[in-house]
């Protein structure tokens, strides 16, 4: 998890609050160091344009520049220990708006709860986040937010969003692992397209199959807005990449939702063997050398 700033700010936090003999008690919020930020995904895993824009913690997406950086020092309760972290209130001056921002300025706040985005006065970012009652924008960590130059193809979809089709699409990837896991090798586990698999995805009216091609790809699109659930039929143990990844879920309009499955035959074997206490089958998010 990212801490903003220096592990003496936490170490002295509420040393103000004791020297001065102030209530800080009733202004604080109290947060453990595992706190979830919103967003938890895109900390870890590279989230598409077409799904991180339409995610329900989001509701301002706009491209700008930062031209003011004000640091605040925000007291909190860190299990149980008094501390201050910090907080950022940035005023960026907007270049293009896409989803629920027309202002040429906008005030974003970051932080105040270990989940702040490091921003910098100066920079360009490809700004997601939640639009307060106050007006003001508040960004986490893991909304997907980005430094322009690391942005193009989330810029490409947001700015195609007026002339693009109507209809979501679901894609993704499978693969399938052709050596058992070596805990005692640190080495990626090689894999191969599961060529001719069949992925089910099943509508609120109908249902709908797709096809994994050479490539290890499928795809379906043009699909109306709606709840979807997604199933990869198969006698052997699927892993999900993001592991827990929703399989029920909603579209939207121009939006989409990527899924990245392995199938493990080796599973029952090592990784069924090593879970046979407790019951269950942990997945283990591979990495992906595919042959491809």
């Not at 035959?265 to 992906?288: L, V, Y």
Request: charged share 25%; hydrophobic share 35%; aromatic share 8%.
């Amino acid at each position: 998890m990212f801490v903003n700033r220096k592990i003496l700010r936490l170490l002295l936090g509420f040393c103000s609050c004791l020297i001065l003999n102030c209530d800080c008690q009733s202004q604080v919020t109290a947060i453990s160091r595992d706190h979830s930020c919103e967003g938890d995904v895109p900390c870890t895993w590279d989230v598409p344009a077409c799904e991180s824009t339409w995610r329900p913690y989001i509701s301002a997406v706009f491209l700008g520049r930062a031209v003011e950086v004000r640091e605040e020092d925000v007291p909190i309760l860190l299990d149980g220990e008094k501390v201050l972290t910090e907080k950022l209130h940035v005023t960026f001056e907007v270049e293009e708006g896409y989803i629920g921002v027309q202002e040429k300025s906008v005030t974003v706040t970051s932080g105040g709860d270990l989940c702040g985005y490091p921003f910098s006065k100066g920079h360009e970012y490809l700004v997601y986040g939640r639009r307060l009652e106050s007006g003001v924008i508040y960004v986490s960590l893991c909304s997907g937010t980005k430094w322009k130059k690391d942005a193009t193809e989330d810029l490409k979809y947001l700015r195609g969003l007026p002339n693009a089709p109507h209809g979501a699409t679901i894609y993704g990837t499978v693969d399938r692992f052709e050596e058992p896991s070596n805990p005692r090798v640190k080495a990626i586990r090689r894999g191969t397209a599961a060529v001719g698999q069949k992925i089910v995805i099943r509508g609120s009216n109908r249902s709908y199959e797709a096809t994994v091609d050479a490539h290890g790809k499928f795809e379906l699109s043009a699909l109306p807005a709606g709840q979807y659930s997604i199933l990869l039929n198969s006698n052997e143990i699927v892993n999900i990449v993001p592991p827990h990844l929703p399989t029920t879920f909603d579209l939207v309009d121009k939006g989409c939702a990527r899924f990245n499955f392995w199938i493990d035959p080796f599973a029952q074997k090592d990784a069924g063997a090593e879970n046979e206490s407790n019951g269950s089958r942990t997945p283990k998010a591979p990495g992906n050398q595919n042959s491809n």
